[in-house]
């Protein structure tokens, strides 16, 4: 059994960058930070657990609807996902590891 990761990078822009506010319209819902949950009970591949890492100046956010229609059609392009929230450096289109 391997691991699967699917997700969206980009470089954030200024220091209000809110990242909730960008996974909430991606998701199209209200969001919450959870605790740290038991392994088995998350899964980036159900649609309302969504993983965000921020490491410095880049942000990673992980969730299968997010990145889906991009990951099954692969001639689409992220650009236009990034650009709906002012987001102009794209690190990578789609992460899939």
Same mark, same amino acid.
């Given at each position: ?16 960058? %809110? ?23 998350? %899964? ?20 299968? %609807?997010i990145v889906w229609d991009i ?5 689409? %392009? ?6 709906g929230f002012g987001l102009t450096e794209v690190v990578h289109g789609?992460?899939?590891?």
């Amino acid at each position: 059994m391997g691991v699967a990761l699917a997700g969206i990078a980009f470089r954030v822009q200024t220091a209000s960058f %809110d990242v909730t506010q960008i996974v909430a319209a991606l998701t199209g819902e209200e969001l919450s930070e959870i605790e740290q949950p038991n392994q088995r009970e998350f %899964d980036i591949r159900n649609h309302s657990d969504v993983m965000v890492q921020v490491f410095d100046e880049i942000c990673f956010i992980y969730n299968n %609807d997010i990145v889906w229609d991009i990951l099954e059609n692969p001639k689409n %392009d992220a650009v236009d996902l990034y650009r709906g929230f002012g987001l102009t450096e794209v690190v990578h289109g789609v992460l899939s590891l």
